[in-house]
């Protein structure tokens, strides 16, 4: 495992920003770590980074203890995170001559490449750069040192969708060789990398699992009867109910077939006409999980 | 290493780039203001530049260390390859080169633009500006604060805090004379230099080296009630307590024989009106108490002097008071006095008698109050240190400067306009207790020194120097000026507890108020 968390907790005062997290990412994976706001991934990821020190539990990164982390091991970990600061008053020609001194293992032919294709100002202070331009040099500042890990805290937050798409396929083009962990609630831009999810709820580890099997068990279901529908008769899996009328519409977090669903739904109401399932992208999935979890909190 | 070396020079030019522009012209003031003759040419403008200076390095110094600031979770450094340490050795490299070195040269610039030697002007900028402490505290208080907002925040926080303190010292026990500015004043000085010293040292390596906020935050506090403590309970009797325990005993001083002299004190009573002097005799008069020292006292307050005469001294031997206390005592009176200046206050003795003048201020009430107390006693305890000579250079008054082994450079020069001379001292490093200059040939009672007696030890002494810039009274212009220079050092340090019977020097029947 590239990343492996045990017990990992974080209290701010008497919020518990992350509780009892277990996350465990293997090596070459792009994991997205996703959850409402406030859910503890960004805490988590600064845990990760050794920026925050863990209250309680460990985590190991690259199979270190992420508080023994060492510049040497920093070399192979790059983070970036939207709110992150910079010495705005550096150009960016500046910004990159100081990190290129800092990484012996820095691909300035990679730096040049990513420079020429996001088109970032040289003389321009890093402080007098847009949001946009901002992400794309601390991508630029993320990959050209070639991380064996590349932990990513809402890289494409506030972005519009053409900078979304340049900083995806910045991201893409070095997925091969690095293993990511990324933040995003933009699951549709990252649908088409990622590999794993872990979702987090109120600073806990609701579930990980791989892209394939996630998407395997989740199911948006339409029931048709030919009367009304007992309310009361609904499954813990069976997510975000609606009724209107003789149709109910769900998300199944427990699919296994088609027939197994048909079978559970006729086992509760009586006069089912029909029981459609579809698949869900990452996006809907997420947004399925957020909303059942409001509800219940 | 190298990498480490590397990895230091690319971080400091990384805050040359950045702050370089305000280091360079902060700079050139430092160094500026380092020149007495253009500050003159400033007038009143100097003052103002030398409170923007220190607001300017304060700002300086708290920039570059927030532009990589410790306590953050956004700054960019935190997942680089840098360790703290390394960021720590740049940020202080880029301090020294911008706020400590500036000065200094600026310093030796002037005293070689004087015609003083190289060596001399050198050793003379030691002492330019303020050189480490200060900024050392600066960067303690960014490595525990997360912007400068903060920071303002939390020095005004502390010196409220300190001021309040103060405030609740004064009204619980009264006005608390501070013992920084006494002889043996370098207890609490150092006390508090070490405090500052100390706690800033542990809070940059706890925060670099582990990032340990919370502990240095509690380092931070408890420095500041350190220091609040050592200024309120540092008082003059802890002060000479440890001056005796860690300087020459008091032996030497057994021969010494100390008494009070006149059967009754001298004593006036001042004008109703607080702000008048004229009505105070000229040996006891309102000029040897400050404005605030006549306020306390009230009108029809009573003036009066107490003369301490020593006998038995060895020759060419010093008495220096360091702290000079009258108290009234019986059954139930206890009133504390303390005379209007003390610190300065040296004289030479020997087997002859030699007499030390102290001057009293007694509110009217207080003696009413005292003069009906049957039995009423007055108490008078002196701190007295005796000093002996331990090097002695003469030379001539002829503008030459020279290096005396064991003192440091010395020249004097004859104003034959103002009929003095002029004799200009330099002592590196460790001083000595008391430094004073006379003529050759003049009376021993002439001799004068520009500096206070301190008897701080040589180990808390080792930077810097020292200049010692006296004016002899020139007795016979046409003379040619002899000058010599005497160093002492510490030979014993005591006490001498001296009682009368009555308020003013005898009973009150005997010696009644003015």
């Known amino acids: 495992m ?161 900078v979304r798409d340049e900083v995806m396929s910045g991201i893409l083009s070095q997925a091969d060789e690095t293993s990511i962990l990324i933040s995003s609630h933009e699951l549709s831009e990252i649908e088409g990398c990622t590999t794993h999810v872990a979702f987090m709820v109120h600073g806990r580890l609701l579930f990980q699992q791989s892209i394939e099997a996630m998407s395997g068990r989740f199911r948006e279901v339409t029931v048709t009867a030919a009367g009304g529908l007992d309310r009361n008769r609904l499954p813990e899996s069976w997510l975000n109910p609606q009724f209107d009328g003789s149709m109910l519409r769900f998300v199944d977090a427990g699919y296994e077939s088609a027939q ?27 947004k399925s999980l957020m909303r059942a979890t409001r509800q219940e909190s | 290493m190298s990498s480490r070396l590397s990895l230091f020079g690319t971080l400091l030019r990384k805050d040359l780039r950045l702050y370089g522009i305000f280091a360079a012209l902060l700079a050139v003031l430092l160094a500026a203001a380092e020149f ?85 002007s050198a050793l003379s900028s030691m002492n330019a500006g303020d050189p480490f402490l200060l900024p050392l505290i600066i960067m303690a208080l960014a490595a525990v604060t997360s912007g400068i907002r903060q920071a303002i925040i939390v020095g005004l926080s502390v010196i409220a805090l300190m001021a309040l303190l103060a405030l609740g010292v004064t009204l619980i026990h009264g006005t608390v004379e501070s013992a920084a500015a006494t002889s043996s004043g370098w207890v609490l000085r150092r006390g508090m230099q070490g405090t500052q010293l100390i706690a800033s040292v542990a809070i940059l390596w706890l925060q670099y080296r582990h990032r340990h906020t919370k502990a240095a935050r509690t380092i931070a506090g408890t420095a500041v009630a350190m220091f609040v403590l050592l200024l309120a309970l540092v008082t003059w009797p802890v002060v000479f307590a440890v001056q005796k325990s860690l300087g020459p005993g008091s032996a030497a001083a057994a021969t010494l024989r100390t008494s009070l002299e006149n059967d009754c004190f001298p004593a006036r009573r001042l004008e109703s009106d607080v702000g008048a002097d004229a009505a105070v005799a000229a040996d006891v008069t309102a ?29 060419g031997d010093m008495l220096s008071v360091g702290h000079v206390e009258i108290s009234y005592r019986n059954a139930g009176g206890s009133l504390q006095l303390r005379p209007g200046r003390t610190s300065w206050q040296w004289a030479v003795v020997g087997p002859d008698a030699t007499t030390l003048d102290h001057y009293w201020l007694l509110p009217s009430a207080e003696y009413q109050r005292l003069s009906a107390i049957q039995g009423v006693e007055t108490e008078v305890n002196y701190s007295l240190s005796l000093l002996k000579p331990r090097l002695t250079v003469e030379f001539m008054a002829d503008g030459r400067r020279s290096y005396y082994a064991g003192i440091g450079y010395c020249g004097a020069t004859v104003d034959r306009a103002a009929a003095t001379v002029d004799v200009d001292c330099l002592v590196p490093g460790a001083q000595p207790a008391l430094l004073t200059a006379n003529l050759v040939g003049a009376p021993e009672t002439r001799a004068a020194s520009s500096r206070p007696v301190d008897f701080t030890p040589a180990v808390l002494d080792f930077w810097g120097s020292t200049r010692y810039v006296i004016k002899l009274p ?15 050092e510490a030979r014993a340090h005591f006490d001498r507890q001296i009682s009368v019977a009555g308020v003013l020097g005898g009973p009150v029947s005997a010696c009644p108020a003015p």
């Not at chain 2, 020139?474 to 002492?488: E, I, N, P, R, W």
Request: proline share 5%; hydrophobic share 45%; glycine share 6%.
């Open chain 1, 2 to 162: 590239i990343i492996e968390t045990e017990n990992l907790t974080k209290n701010f005062w008497r919020h518990d920003a992350v509780q009892d997290v277990n996350l465990s990412v293997p090596e070459g994976a792009t994991c997205a770590l996703i959850g409402a706001n406030g859910a503890g991934k960004t805490t988590t990821m600064r845990m990760l980074v050794n920026v925050l020190e863990p209250d309680r539990g460990s985590a190991r990164v690259l199979g270190v203890d992420s508080r023994q982390l060492k510049a040497a091991d920093r070399l192979r970990i790059a983070f970036l995170s939207e709110n992150q600061e910079l010495p705005d008053r550096l150009t960016v020609a500046e910004y990159f001559e100081y990190l290129r001194t800092l990484y012996p293992n820095w691909d300035a032919a990679l730096e040049k490449q990513l420079r020429a294709q996001f088109e970032l100002p040289p003389t321009r202070a890093l402080g007098k750069l847009s949001h946009g331009m901002r992400m794309k040099a601390m991508l630029i500042g993320a990959l050209s040192f070639r991380p064996k890990l590349l932990i990513l805290d809402e890289p494409l937050s506030g972005l519009d969708p053409l």
């Open chain 1, 260 to 286: 197994k669903l048909d079978a559970q739904v006729r086992q509760r109401f009586a006069n089912v006409l029909h029981v459609e399932s579809t698949p869900l992208s990452l996006r809907d999935i997420s």
């Open chain 2, 36 to 120: 007495p003759n253009l500050m003159m040419r400033l007038g009143s403008l100097a003052g103002l530049l030398q409170g923007a200076l220190q607001l300017g390095t304060m700002l300086l110094v708290l920039l570059v260390m927030y532009e990589d600031a410790i306590v953050s979770m956004k700054h960019d450094w935190l997942t680089r390859p840098i360790p703290g340490t390394t960021l720590l050795a740049a940020k202080s490299a880029f301090v020294f080169l911008a706020v400590i070195v500036p000065p200094v040269l600026g310093s030796a610039a002037y005293h070689l633009s004087q015609g003083r030697s190289l060596a001399e």
């Open chain 2, 287 to 315: 000029q040897r108490f400050s404005e605030e020292h006549r306020r306390v006292a009230g009108p029809g307050a009573i003036a009066f002097a107490t003369r301490l005469a020593s006998q038995g001294a060895m020759p």
């Open chain 2, 474 to 488: 020139l007795q016979d212009s046409a003379a040619a000026a002899g000058v010599k220079v005497v160093t002492y």
